[in-house]
T-cell receptor, first 115, second 111 residues
């Protein structure tokens, strides 16, 4: 079974631009979560989507948004990029996210650099 | 916010057991303890989780104290490939998949 895939793997943008990152979960998984990882703040939860609905949201400004499609693929968008948005963006998928067993499978990440 | 405390770094000799401690003194009765690890430049990888009983799988063992205020992840025979940052996370079940990772423990396995 194929793992979580993220595209693109690397991206360079300039301040003020907007960017869209894509995540394809493991087949059959319905929950997709997004995380931002920076050297200063570590791994931080952005949001989670389940069945096309945002189920949980972390403490990030409204410039960060996402969506999930009917095939469970997810995109996240960052508008008006700032230098501080430079980070590794990780996507994780899990079957449902309900119940006691919530193993998340992480993708390799998208490395975003904002100049 | 992360509700766990871990030592920032540890070393372990190859072939020996690596014991990684985690303090979660404010854990609630319905919160599980999860362990993930992140090898450099890769996404985190699930290791093990538990509620109050000790757990073991093919990767590791998880020992949770009786009062549940702390736990220890044990890698029985550490290899160089176990060099990674190890995260201990506590969260309730059935509330979605938001995981709040702390700073973790950077484990270095020494040949």
């Amino acid at each position: 079974k194929a793992g979580v895939t993220q595209t693109p793997r690397y991206l360079i943008k300039t301040r003020g631009q907007q960017v869209t990152l894509s995540c394809s979960p493991i087949s059959g998984h319905r929950s997709v979560s997004w995380y931002q990882q920076t050297p200063g703040q570590g791994l931080q939860f952005l949001f989670e989507y389940f069945s096309e609905t945002q189920r949980n949201k972390g403490n990030f400004p409204g410039r960060f948004s996402g969506r999930q499609f009917s095939n469970s693929r997810s995109e996240m968008n960052v508008s008006t990029l700032e230098l501080g948005d430079s980070a590794l963006y990780l996507c994780a998928s899990s079957l449902t996210g309900q119940g006691t067993y919530n193993e998340q499978f992480f993708g390799p990440g998208t490395r975003l650099t904002v100049l | 916010d992360a509700k766990t405390t871990q030592p920032p770094s540890m070393d372990c000799a190859e072939g020996r057991a690596a014991n990684l401690p985690c303090n979660h003194s404010t854990i609630s009765g319905n919160e599980y303890v999860y362990w993930y690890r992140q090898i450099h430049s890769q996404g985190p990888q699930y290791i093990i989780h538990g509620l109050k009983n000790n757990e073991t799988n093919e990767m590791a063992s998880l020992i949770i104290t009786e009062d549940r205020k702390s736990s220890t992840l044990i890698l029985p025979h550490a290899t160089l490939r176990d060099t990674a940052v190890y995260y201990c996370i506590v969260r309730p079940a059935g509330t979605g998949n938001q995981f709040y990772f702390g700073t973790g423990t950077s484990l270095t396995v020494i040949p």
